[in-house]
Protein backbone atom coordinates (compact mmCIF):
# COMPACT_ATOMS: atom_id res chain seq x y z
CA UNK A 1 0.00 0.00 0.00
CA UNK A 2 1.03 3.85 -0.61
CA UNK A 3 1.15 4.65 2.94
CA UNK A 4 3.25 1.88 3.84
CA UNK A 5 5.73 2.50 1.85
CA UNK A 6 6.08 6.17 2.84
CA UNK A 7 7.03 4.84 6.37
CA UNK A 8 9.08 1.90 4.99
CA UNK A 9 12.73 2.24 5.62
CA UNK A 10 15.42 3.29 2.37
CA UNK A 11 15.31 5.89 -0.09
CA UNK A 12 11.74 6.71 -0.72
CA UNK A 13 10.33 5.64 2.85
CA UNK A 14 10.71 7.98 6.27
CA UNK A 15 10.96 5.38 8.34
CA UNK A 16 14.87 5.37 8.76
CA UNK A 17 14.37 9.45 8.78
CA UNK A 18 11.45 8.40 11.73
CA UNK A 19 14.18 6.18 13.25
CA UNK A 20 16.76 8.93 13.89
CA UNK A 21 14.94 11.70 15.32
CA UNK A 22 13.62 9.12 17.25
CA UNK A 23 17.11 8.12 18.50
CA UNK A 24 17.77 11.84 19.41
CA UNK A 25 15.16 12.65 21.00
CA UNK A 26 15.56 9.50 23.33
CA UNK A 27 19.43 10.81 23.92
CA UNK A 28 18.59 14.18 24.60
CA UNK A 29 15.95 12.50 27.35
CA UNK A 30 18.79 10.85 28.43
CA UNK A 31 21.16 13.39 28.92
CA UNK A 32 19.43 16.01 30.28
CA UNK A 33 18.40 13.63 33.14
CA UNK A 34 21.85 13.00 34.89
CA UNK A 35 22.32 17.14 34.42
CA UNK A 36 18.45 17.77 35.79
CA UNK A 37 19.22 15.23 38.74
CA UNK A 38 22.10 17.21 39.95
CA UNK A 39 21.01 20.25 39.64
CA UNK A 40 17.74 19.31 41.21
CA UNK A 41 19.49 17.99 43.89
CA UNK A 42 21.60 21.14 44.72
CA UNK A 43 18.99 23.80 44.50
CA UNK A 44 17.59 21.48 47.32
CA UNK A 45 20.08 20.90 49.27
CA UNK A 46 20.10 25.28 49.10
CA UNK A 47 16.59 25.46 50.04
CA UNK A 48 17.27 23.39 53.03
CA UNK A 49 20.22 25.20 54.23
CA UNK A 50 20.72 27.26 56.94
CA UNK A 51 22.02 30.21 55.33
CA UNK A 52 18.80 32.99 54.19
CA UNK A 53 20.76 33.86 50.76
CA UNK A 54 21.12 29.90 49.61
CA UNK A 55 17.21 29.63 50.74
CA UNK A 56 15.98 32.68 48.80
CA UNK A 57 18.42 31.68 45.76
CA UNK A 58 16.55 28.47 45.83
CA UNK A 59 13.10 29.26 46.04
CA UNK A 60 13.51 31.88 43.45
CA UNK A 61 15.26 29.50 40.98
CA UNK A 62 12.07 27.04 41.54
CA UNK A 63 9.71 29.88 41.30
CA UNK A 64 11.29 30.87 37.83
CA UNK A 65 12.03 28.38 36.23
CA UNK A 66 8.73 26.49 37.08
CA UNK A 67 6.71 29.67 35.85
CA UNK A 68 8.12 29.98 32.59
CA UNK A 69 6.95 28.22 29.71
CA UNK A 70 9.74 25.41 28.70
CA UNK A 71 9.39 26.81 24.89
CA UNK A 72 10.57 30.44 26.54
CA UNK A 73 13.30 28.92 28.76
CA UNK A 74 14.82 26.96 25.30
CA UNK A 75 14.54 30.17 23.26
CA UNK A 76 16.24 32.02 26.14
CA UNK A 77 18.92 29.22 26.73
CA UNK A 78 19.36 29.32 22.99
CA UNK A 79 19.80 32.88 22.11
CA UNK A 80 20.97 33.99 25.30
CA UNK A 81 23.84 31.53 25.54
CA UNK A 82 25.03 32.24 22.15
CA UNK A 83 25.15 35.85 23.45
CA UNK A 84 26.65 35.39 26.41
CA UNK A 85 29.28 33.07 24.59
CA UNK A 86 29.73 35.51 22.24
CA UNK A 87 30.80 37.93 25.13
CA UNK A 88 33.11 35.62 26.14
CA UNK A 89 34.91 34.38 23.15
CA UNK A 90 34.84 38.30 22.06
CA UNK A 91 37.38 39.06 24.57
CA UNK A 92 39.85 36.56 22.81
CA UNK A 93 39.01 36.50 19.75
CA UNK A 94 37.01 37.70 16.86
CA UNK A 95 35.51 34.36 16.04
CA UNK A 96 31.97 34.02 16.06
CA UNK A 97 30.42 31.06 17.71
CA UNK A 98 27.50 29.00 17.22
CA UNK A 99 25.76 27.33 20.10
CA UNK A 100 25.29 23.36 19.99
CA UNK A 101 21.08 22.80 19.67
CA UNK A 102 21.87 19.63 21.52
CA UNK A 103 23.70 21.31 24.50
CA UNK A 104 21.45 24.42 24.37
CA UNK A 105 18.42 21.87 24.24
CA UNK A 106 20.03 19.47 27.24
CA UNK A 107 20.57 22.72 29.66
CA UNK A 108 17.28 24.38 28.89
CA UNK A 109 14.89 20.91 29.34
CA UNK A 110 18.00 20.25 32.43
CA UNK A 111 17.42 23.66 34.37
CA UNK A 112 13.10 23.17 34.32
CA UNK A 113 13.64 19.40 34.91
CA UNK A 114 15.66 20.41 37.97
CA UNK A 115 13.36 23.27 39.04
CA UNK A 116 10.37 20.40 39.32
CA UNK A 117 13.33 17.53 41.17
CA UNK A 118 14.20 19.87 43.55
CA UNK A 119 10.50 20.03 44.57
CA UNK A 120 10.36 16.19 44.56
CA UNK A 121 13.38 16.02 46.34
CA UNK A 122 12.57 18.64 48.91
CA UNK A 123 9.05 16.48 50.12
CA UNK A 124 11.33 13.66 50.08
CA UNK A 125 13.65 14.89 52.72
CA UNK A 126 10.99 15.85 54.67
CA UNK A 127 9.89 12.63 54.63
CA UNK A 128 12.87 11.27 56.09
CA UNK A 129 12.35 11.48 59.93
CA UNK A 130 14.70 13.17 62.44
CA UNK A 131 15.52 9.78 64.30
CA UNK A 132 17.61 8.71 61.11
CA UNK A 133 20.00 12.41 60.87
CA UNK A 134 20.09 11.26 65.25
CA UNK A 135 20.69 7.82 64.69
CA UNK A 136 23.61 8.50 62.44
CA UNK A 137 24.90 11.31 64.62
CA UNK A 138 24.77 9.15 68.12
CA UNK A 139 26.98 6.55 65.33
CA UNK A 140 29.78 9.09 64.73
CA UNK A 141 29.03 9.49 61.37
CA UNK A 142 30.10 12.78 59.71
CA UNK A 143 27.07 15.14 58.02
CA UNK A 144 28.51 13.95 54.55
CA UNK A 145 28.51 10.27 55.39
CA UNK A 146 25.39 10.42 56.94
CA UNK A 147 23.93 12.35 53.59
CA UNK A 148 25.71 9.72 51.82
CA UNK A 149 24.94 6.33 53.41
CA UNK A 150 21.90 7.09 55.39
CA UNK A 151 19.81 9.81 53.58
CA UNK A 152 20.69 9.53 49.95
CA UNK A 153 19.35 5.51 49.89
CA UNK A 154 16.46 6.34 51.62
CA UNK A 155 15.56 9.67 49.18
CA UNK A 156 15.86 7.70 46.38
CA UNK A 157 12.89 5.41 47.01
CA UNK A 158 10.78 8.16 48.13
CA UNK A 159 11.52 10.30 45.34
CA UNK A 160 10.94 7.76 42.71
CA UNK A 161 7.68 8.23 41.88
CA UNK A 162 7.88 11.64 41.59
CA UNK A 163 10.99 11.62 39.27
CA UNK A 164 9.12 9.28 37.15
CA UNK A 165 6.28 11.67 36.57
CA UNK A 166 9.76 14.27 35.53
CA UNK A 167 10.39 12.20 33.12
CA UNK A 168 7.40 11.32 31.25
CA UNK A 169 6.87 14.93 31.52
CA UNK A 170 10.32 15.52 29.50
CA UNK A 171 10.16 12.86 27.33
CA UNK A 172 7.19 15.08 26.12
CA UNK A 173 9.02 18.21 26.29
CA UNK A 174 11.82 17.36 24.11
CA UNK A 175 9.64 17.79 21.27
CA UNK A 176 9.77 21.34 22.05
CA UNK A 177 13.72 21.57 20.75
CA UNK A 178 12.46 21.01 16.97
CA UNK A 179 11.99 24.77 17.18
CA UNK A 180 15.86 25.17 17.65
CA UNK A 181 16.72 23.75 14.68
CA UNK A 182 17.23 20.29 16.55
CA UNK A 183 16.38 17.53 14.34
CA UNK A 184 14.63 15.24 16.76
CA UNK A 185 11.40 12.87 15.74
CA UNK A 186 8.77 15.69 15.15
CA UNK A 187 11.40 17.80 13.04
CA UNK A 188 12.09 15.10 11.56
CA UNK A 189 8.34 14.53 11.47
CA UNK A 190 7.94 17.99 10.02
CA UNK A 191 10.69 17.36 6.95
CA UNK A 192 8.60 14.14 6.00
CA UNK A 193 5.24 15.73 6.45
CA UNK A 194 6.49 18.71 3.88
CA UNK A 195 8.23 16.58 1.13
CA UNK A 196 5.17 13.93 0.93
CA UNK A 197 2.15 16.36 2.28
CA UNK A 198 0.68 13.63 4.06
CA UNK A 199 0.67 15.29 7.75
CA UNK A 200 -1.88 13.33 9.24
CA UNK A 201 -0.05 10.29 8.53
CA UNK A 202 2.92 11.31 9.64
CA UNK A 203 2.12 13.32 12.66
CA UNK A 204 -0.11 10.55 14.00
CA UNK A 205 3.28 8.16 13.70
CA UNK A 206 4.93 10.78 15.43
CA UNK A 207 2.37 10.79 18.48
CA UNK A 208 2.17 6.74 18.55
CA UNK A 209 6.01 6.62 18.48
CA UNK A 210 6.14 9.04 21.56
CA UNK A 211 3.27 6.74 23.22
CA UNK A 212 5.27 3.96 22.60
CA UNK A 213 8.31 5.67 24.49
CA UNK A 214 6.37 6.85 27.64
CA UNK A 215 4.71 2.94 27.56
CA UNK A 216 8.20 1.57 27.44
CA UNK A 217 9.48 4.04 30.12
CA UNK A 218 6.30 3.08 32.42
CA UNK A 219 7.39 -0.36 32.62
CA UNK A 220 11.72 0.36 33.32
CA UNK A 221 9.64 2.79 35.79
CA UNK A 222 8.33 -0.60 37.87
CA UNK A 223 11.02 -2.54 37.83
CA UNK A 224 13.15 0.41 39.18
CA UNK A 225 10.83 0.62 41.76
CA UNK A 226 10.44 -2.96 42.51
CA UNK A 227 14.49 -2.89 43.14
CA UNK A 228 14.48 0.51 45.09
CA UNK A 229 11.81 -0.91 47.42
CA UNK A 230 13.59 -4.21 47.46
CA UNK A 231 14.74 -3.62 50.96
CA UNK A 232 11.18 -2.30 51.77
CA UNK A 233 9.19 -4.42 54.21
CA UNK A 234 5.86 -5.26 52.87
CA UNK A 235 2.38 -5.25 55.12
CA UNK A 236 1.13 -8.48 54.39
CA UNK B 1 16.48 48.82 28.53
CA UNK B 2 15.69 49.32 24.99
CA UNK B 3 13.15 51.85 25.01
CA UNK B 4 12.36 52.20 21.51
CA UNK B 5 11.86 48.22 21.38
CA UNK B 6 9.58 48.74 24.22
CA UNK B 7 7.35 51.97 22.51
CA UNK B 8 6.94 49.64 19.94
CA UNK B 9 6.96 45.96 21.11
CA UNK B 10 5.71 46.81 24.29
CA UNK B 11 1.56 47.35 23.68
CA UNK B 12 1.60 44.63 21.04
CA UNK B 13 2.96 42.10 23.92
CA UNK B 14 0.25 42.70 25.61
CA UNK B 15 -2.27 42.33 23.17
CA UNK B 16 -0.54 38.33 22.83
CA UNK B 17 -1.11 38.30 26.81
CA UNK B 18 -4.75 39.00 26.11
CA UNK B 19 -4.71 36.55 23.43
CA UNK B 20 -2.73 33.68 25.33
CA UNK B 21 -5.51 34.66 28.34
CA UNK B 22 -7.80 33.99 25.55
CA UNK B 23 -6.45 30.59 24.68
CA UNK B 24 -6.08 29.44 28.30
CA UNK B 25 -9.74 30.97 29.76
CA UNK B 26 -11.57 28.93 26.47
CA UNK B 27 -9.97 25.75 26.75
CA UNK B 28 -9.76 25.36 30.17
CA UNK B 29 -13.51 25.99 30.38
CA UNK B 30 -14.27 23.87 27.67
CA UNK B 31 -12.15 21.23 29.12
CA UNK B 32 -13.81 21.45 32.70
CA UNK B 33 -17.31 20.49 30.61
CA UNK B 34 -15.89 17.74 28.80
CA UNK B 35 -14.17 16.49 31.40
CA UNK B 36 -17.05 15.56 33.61
CA UNK B 37 -18.76 12.94 30.97
CA UNK B 38 -15.16 11.65 30.19
CA UNK B 39 -14.45 11.26 33.86
CA UNK B 40 -17.73 9.32 34.13
CA UNK B 41 -17.37 7.31 31.03
CA UNK B 42 -13.97 6.06 32.73
CA UNK B 43 -15.72 4.88 35.67
CA UNK B 44 -18.37 3.68 33.88
CA UNK B 45 -19.88 -0.25 34.05
CA UNK B 46 -19.85 -0.50 30.34
CA UNK B 47 -16.71 -2.01 29.25
CA UNK B 48 -16.85 -0.03 26.11
CA UNK B 49 -17.19 3.46 27.69
CA UNK B 50 -14.53 2.33 30.23
CA UNK B 51 -12.26 1.33 26.76
CA UNK B 52 -12.95 4.20 25.04
CA UNK B 53 -12.34 7.26 27.50
CA UNK B 54 -9.24 5.12 28.22
CA UNK B 55 -8.15 5.65 25.02
CA UNK B 56 -8.97 9.39 24.83
CA UNK B 57 -6.83 10.07 28.27
CA UNK B 58 -3.92 7.92 27.65
CA UNK B 59 -3.08 9.67 24.12
CA UNK B 60 -3.59 13.14 25.11
CA UNK B 61 -1.51 12.38 28.17
CA UNK B 62 0.80 10.53 26.54
CA UNK B 63 2.19 12.63 23.46
CA UNK B 64 3.66 16.08 23.43
CA UNK B 65 1.24 19.19 23.30
CA UNK B 66 2.98 20.54 20.13
CA UNK B 67 2.64 17.14 18.38
CA UNK B 68 -0.57 17.29 18.91
CA UNK B 69 -1.18 20.75 17.57
CA UNK B 70 0.25 19.64 14.03
CA UNK B 71 -1.77 17.01 13.87
CA UNK B 72 -5.08 18.83 14.27
CA UNK B 73 -3.73 22.30 12.44
CA UNK B 74 -1.49 20.69 9.51
CA UNK B 75 -3.50 17.34 9.30
CA UNK B 76 -7.21 19.25 8.99
CA UNK B 77 -5.29 20.85 6.35
CA UNK B 78 -5.40 16.83 4.34
CA UNK B 79 -9.12 16.82 4.69
CA UNK B 80 -9.79 20.12 3.37
CA UNK B 81 -12.26 18.84 0.79
CA UNK B 82 -14.62 16.80 3.45
CA UNK B 83 -14.17 19.91 6.10
CA UNK B 84 -15.40 22.34 3.38
CA UNK B 85 -18.40 20.09 2.39
CA UNK B 86 -19.55 19.54 6.14
CA UNK B 87 -19.08 23.71 5.76
CA UNK B 88 -16.43 23.41 8.93
CA UNK B 89 -13.67 24.45 6.74
CA UNK B 90 -13.33 27.80 7.75
CA UNK B 91 -12.99 26.67 11.39
CA UNK B 92 -10.26 24.45 10.83
CA UNK B 93 -8.45 27.39 8.56
CA UNK B 94 -8.27 29.77 11.71
CA UNK B 95 -4.96 28.79 13.95
CA UNK B 96 -6.72 29.60 16.85
CA UNK B 97 -8.99 27.94 16.53
CA UNK B 98 -7.39 24.51 16.08
CA UNK B 99 -4.86 25.41 18.95
CA UNK B 100 -8.22 25.79 21.23
CA UNK B 101 -9.49 22.76 19.73
CA UNK B 102 -6.63 20.78 20.76
CA UNK B 103 -5.95 22.77 24.01
CA UNK B 104 -9.15 22.03 25.01
CA UNK B 105 -8.93 18.30 24.13
CA UNK B 106 -5.55 17.86 25.75
CA UNK B 107 -6.98 19.80 28.97
CA UNK B 108 -9.93 17.71 28.89
CA UNK B 109 -7.99 14.61 29.29
CA UNK B 110 -5.87 15.85 32.11
CA UNK B 111 -8.56 17.59 34.24
CA UNK B 112 -10.71 14.22 33.67
CA UNK B 113 -7.94 12.37 35.62
CA UNK B 114 -8.03 14.66 38.09
CA UNK B 115 -11.41 14.09 38.65
CA UNK B 116 -11.61 10.96 38.42
CA UNK B 117 -8.94 10.44 41.62
CA UNK B 118 -11.23 12.71 43.59
CA UNK B 119 -13.73 11.24 42.86
CA UNK B 120 -12.36 8.16 44.04
CA UNK B 121 -10.96 9.66 46.86
CA UNK B 122 -13.99 10.83 48.34
CA UNK B 123 -14.70 8.20 51.51
CA UNK B 124 -17.20 5.65 50.81
CA UNK B 125 -18.96 6.38 53.67
CA UNK B 126 -20.44 8.81 52.26
CA UNK B 127 -22.15 7.59 49.56
CA UNK B 128 -23.46 4.53 51.97
CA UNK B 129 -24.64 7.27 54.35
CA UNK B 130 -26.29 9.13 51.59
CA UNK B 131 -27.82 5.79 50.61
CA UNK B 132 -29.00 4.77 53.79
CA UNK B 133 -30.93 7.98 53.80
CA UNK B 134 -32.83 6.84 50.67
CA UNK B 135 -30.79 9.59 48.33
CA UNK B 136 -31.20 8.53 44.78
CA UNK B 137 -27.71 7.72 42.99
CA UNK B 138 -27.81 10.65 40.70
CA UNK B 139 -28.77 12.82 43.76
CA UNK B 140 -26.06 11.24 45.79
CA UNK B 141 -23.50 12.01 42.69
CA UNK B 142 -24.72 15.88 42.83
CA UNK B 143 -25.26 16.81 46.27
CA UNK B 144 -22.80 14.31 48.01
CA UNK B 145 -19.96 12.94 45.94
CA UNK B 146 -19.78 15.88 43.29
CA UNK B 147 -19.22 19.08 45.96
CA UNK B 148 -17.06 16.82 47.84
CA UNK B 149 -14.18 15.76 44.94
CA UNK B 150 -14.53 19.62 43.20
CA UNK B 151 -12.78 20.24 46.87
CA UNK B 152 -10.21 17.38 46.56
CA UNK B 153 -9.33 18.57 42.80
CA UNK B 154 -8.93 22.05 43.87
CA UNK B 155 -5.51 22.37 44.26
CA UNK B 156 -4.29 20.06 41.14
CA UNK B 157 -6.89 21.97 39.08
CA UNK B 158 -4.51 24.89 39.98
CA UNK B 159 -1.88 23.62 38.59
CA UNK B 160 -3.25 22.20 35.49
CA UNK B 161 -4.24 26.15 35.07
CA UNK B 162 -0.38 27.26 35.22
CA UNK B 163 0.40 24.07 32.87
CA UNK B 164 -2.42 25.23 30.42
CA UNK B 165 -0.88 29.11 30.46
CA UNK B 166 2.59 27.71 30.12
CA UNK B 167 1.59 24.96 27.10
CA UNK B 168 -0.22 27.41 25.46
CA UNK B 169 2.98 29.18 24.04
CA UNK B 170 2.94 26.44 21.64
CA UNK B 171 0.43 28.37 19.92
CA UNK B 172 3.10 30.30 18.21
CA UNK B 173 4.46 27.58 16.41
CA UNK B 174 1.38 27.77 14.55
CA UNK B 175 1.30 31.25 13.62
CA UNK B 176 -0.88 32.05 16.53
CA UNK B 177 0.10 36.09 18.03
CA UNK B 178 -0.21 35.20 21.79
CA UNK B 179 2.32 36.36 23.68
CA UNK B 180 5.22 33.93 22.59
CA UNK B 181 4.46 34.46 19.35
CA UNK B 182 4.76 38.58 19.18
CA UNK B 183 8.03 37.81 20.89
CA UNK B 184 9.21 35.68 18.37
CA UNK B 185 7.70 38.74 15.82
CA UNK B 186 9.90 41.25 18.11
CA UNK B 187 13.00 39.64 18.57
CA UNK B 188 13.09 38.21 14.48
CA UNK B 189 12.64 42.32 13.86
CA UNK B 190 15.02 44.21 16.54
CA UNK B 191 17.54 41.43 17.11
CA UNK B 192 17.31 41.86 20.67
CA UNK B 193 17.41 39.54 23.34
CA UNK B 194 15.44 41.77 25.80
CA UNK B 195 12.26 40.79 24.32
CA UNK B 196 12.36 37.46 25.38
CA UNK B 197 13.44 38.65 29.17
CA UNK B 198 10.03 41.15 28.73
CA UNK B 199 7.86 38.14 28.18
CA UNK B 200 9.13 35.84 30.96
CA UNK B 201 8.55 38.65 33.33
CA UNK B 202 4.84 38.70 31.72
CA UNK B 203 4.25 34.87 32.22
CA UNK B 204 5.69 35.45 35.60
CA UNK B 205 3.55 38.00 36.63
CA UNK B 206 0.48 35.99 35.60
CA UNK B 207 1.22 32.45 36.64
CA UNK B 208 2.17 34.07 40.05
CA UNK B 209 -1.33 36.08 40.29
CA UNK B 210 -2.85 32.45 39.31
CA UNK B 211 -1.05 30.82 41.89
CA UNK B 212 -2.35 33.47 44.42
CA UNK B 213 -5.56 34.26 43.36
CA UNK B 214 -6.03 30.17 43.58
CA UNK B 215 -4.60 29.95 47.14
CA UNK B 216 -7.45 32.18 48.31
CA UNK B 217 -9.66 30.91 46.04
CA UNK B 218 -9.03 27.43 48.05
CA UNK B 219 -8.78 28.86 51.33
CA UNK B 220 -12.12 30.27 51.04
CA UNK B 221 -13.80 27.11 49.83
CA UNK B 222 -12.43 24.76 52.30
CA UNK B 223 -13.34 26.92 55.11
CA UNK B 224 -15.74 24.72 56.56
CA UNK B 225 -13.28 22.18 56.95
CA UNK B 226 -11.06 24.28 59.25
CA UNK B 227 -11.50 23.99 63.25
CA UNK B 228 -11.65 27.37 64.67
Known sequence: MDLLRLLSFGPDGWGDELLQGTWLTI???????????????????????????????????????RGLPELLTIFIVYFGGQIALQRIVGLFSGATVEVNGFIAGMVA??????AYASEVFLGAFNNITRGQYEAAYALGLRPATTLRLVIIPQLVRLALPGLANLWLILLKDTSLVSVIALDDLLRKTGLAVRVTKEPFLFFGVAC???????????????AIERWANRGLRRAS | MNWDALATYGPRMLQGLVVTLQLVVISITLGALLSIPVALARMSRSRILRAVSFGYMYFFRGTPLLAQVFLVYYGAGQFRTQLEAIGLWWLFRDAFFCCVLTFTLNTGAYQAEILRGAIRAVPAGQREAAMSL?????????????????????????????????????????????????????????????VYLWAAVLYLVVVEIIRRVWDKLEHRLTRHMRSA
Do not use: C, H, W
Not at chain 1, 210 to 222: D, P, T
Not at chain 2, 146 to 172: D, F, H, T, Y
Open chain 1, 27 to 65: RLALATVPFGLALGFLVALAKRSPNRYLRAFGNAYTTVF
Open chain 1, 109 to 114: LGVVFS
Open chain 1, 208 to 222: LIYLALSMISSIGIV
Open chain 2, 134 to 194: GLRPRQIFRKIVMPQAILIALRPLGNEVILMVKGSSVAAIVTVFDLMGVTRLAYSRTFDFQ
